[in-house]
């Protein structure tokens, strides 16, 4: 066998799975964790903006019962918040939740009237409501909660975890990513990079509406046989550059070519909803041609089915400070509408075909929201660090719990506190990796996903 062979021998995931688990220079291929592992795959449900967890999951009379009066100053001591005046105008008055929460399930857990759907689903999913992070706008605040890091250049969770263990796909890249709602995320594409990973990490987005993914489709004129001689071609020359500069990412560029290749025909196969029965597209509440969250809900699933690693959904716009199109009175509403069904579906539809088991759901966003109400045209909250609910399900993650609590008031994460490094690291032990094991050099020194932090949260390790 020549060299190039031996090459694309790796390329093509054809390694022994006795390869390093962290080698930069792997493949795709899978290869084997640090333990067994419980899950499989993940699917982050990311709600961009920061939603409300005193609107959706965290009731608390007291703070209702205090509505208009002034936050007590000990709350206030030693903080820091976005946006300072519109915090502290009027002395910083409490807000009180207007919805409507009942206890659902076997767990009791408390759900407000805005997400009927996930109610239903209380006894699948475990809802941790004290979770924490370190910043508050928006933009580093994302990056943090999917790098582990408010600074440009790190590897996103998805990233970190194809080349930890691979993925099962041959044909879909490791790491997919779509979108829905008014507008991207904040920050953009640095969200789901890889940072100084080899780039075939990264995330890839899909899009709702024609080509999957811009400049995929041969142009005019150029056919299958032809274009395979042109990457073969390529192959050569790029092989040739690899052995005389001994430069890792000519080995990723040659894989993503072929990947591409082989996506002219896997991902328009899977945007295809015409094998998807009418109960299931009424399940989600989804149309199969017209782009919405619930419909990316369920492509979710069929990725997941197709071996792809880690799939992200970012839903936008849930920023709640009470301006123009961020009125906790019209506009949260809308955004619990346009999810609520889908992600309760995707959890029941996940079930149904026997992939919940082996798939974790994370539903949450960058931060949370302040129980004090902001000086705007309506009613709004600001974003807040140190008390926000995200909800897990699936991946031998035990449902029908609520883990940690907050004070009286929605304030402070008083019990089992969950950081976002804390987070990480349960994640990846799910999914078989120590999170302190899996590290890479970088400029003279090991990374990893956690940094120098991260405990595992023990109400989710199954």
Same mark, same amino acid.
């Not at 979770?131 to 580093?140: E, I």
């Not at 582990?148 to 998805?158: E, L």
């Not at 940690?404 to 799910?430: C, K, M, P, W, Y």
């Given at each position: ?8 021998? !790796? ?61 007590? $100053? ?11 005046? !519109? ?11 207007? &919805? ?58 998805? !990233? ?23 507008? /991207? ?75 591409? #290749? ?21 399940? #989600? ?20 089915? &197709? ?17 123009? /199109? ?86 402070? !994460? ?22 302190? &094991? ?8 090991? #990374?990893?996903?956690? $940094? ?11």
């Amino acid at each position: 066998m020549g060299l190039g062979s031996l090459a694309l021998a !790796s390329l093509m995931g054809q390694r022994s799975q006795a390869a390093n688990p962290a080698s930069p220079t792997d493949s795709m291929a899978v290869r084997p964790g640090h333990h067994p592992a419980r899950a499989k795959s993940v699917i982050f449900l990311f709600m961009a903006g920061g939603p409300s967890q005193l609107e959706m999951f965290d009731w608390k009379p007291e703070l209702a019962r205090l509505h208009g009066k002034p936050i007590p $100053d000990s709350f206030l001591q030693g903080k820091r918040f976005a946006f300072m005046d !519109s915090s502290f105008k009027n002395r910083s008055t409490l807000l009180g939740p207007k &919805r409507v929460f009942r206890q659902h399930g076997r767990s009791g857990a408390w759900v407000s009237d805005l997400l009927p759907h996930t109610a239903q689903i209380v006894d699948d999913i475990t809802i941790v409501k004290s979770c924490q992070t370190n910043l508050f706008n928006h933009a580093p605040a994302k990056l943090f909660m999917n790098t582990g890091s408010g600074q440009f250049g790190r590897p996103s969770m998805g !990233s970190w975890l194809n080349y930890g263990i691979g993925s099962e796909s041959q044909d879909l890249p490791g790491f997919v990513v779509l979108q829905s709602g008014p507008r /991207g995320p904040r920050g953009g594409a640095v969200n789901w990079g890889s940072g100084f990973l080899p780039t075939s990490f990264q995330g890839v987005p899909l899009r709702g509406q024609g080509d999957p993914i811009l400049n995929l489709s041969n142009p005019a004129g150029i056919d299958a046989p032809r274009q395979r001689r042109a990457l073969d071609t390529l192959r050569d020359l790029n092989l040739q550059r690899q052995v005389a500069t001994g430069d890792p990412e000519i080995l990723t560029r040659i894989a993503s070519y072929e990947m591409a #290749y082989r996506m002219q025909t896997s991902a328009p196969d899977l945007m295809d909803l015409s094998s998807e029965s009418e109960s299931t597209l009424k399940l #989600y509440g989804c149309d199969r041609q017209e782009p919405s969250f619930a419909r990316n809900c369920l492509l979710a699933r069929r990725l997941v089915e &197709r071996g792809v690693r880690f799939v992200q959904l970012y839903h936008t716009n849930w920023d709640s400070h009470g301006g123009p /199109g961020e009125t906790l009175e019209d506009d949260f509403p809308k955004r619990c509408r346009e999810t609520d069904q889908g992600c309760a579906a995707l959890v029941r539809d996940l079930q149904a075909h026997g992939l919940l088991d082996s798939t974790i759901v994370v539903w949450g966003g960058e931060f949370g929201r302040t129980p004090m109400g902001e000086s705007r045209d309506k009613t709004g909250r600001n974003h807040h660090i140190d008390a926000f609910t995200m909800w897990f399900a699936g991946g031998g993650i035990p449902g029908g719990q609520v883990i940690g609590e907050t004070d009286e008031l929605g304030f402070n !994460s008083v019990s089992d506190r969950a950081h976002v490094h804390d987070i990480h690291a349960t994640l990846l032990h799910q999914l078989g990796l120590d999170h302190e &094991r899996l590290t890479f050099r970088f400029q003279g020194r090991d #990374y990893r996903l956690t $940094d120098i932090h991260g405990e595992l949260i023990k109400g989710l390790v199954g």
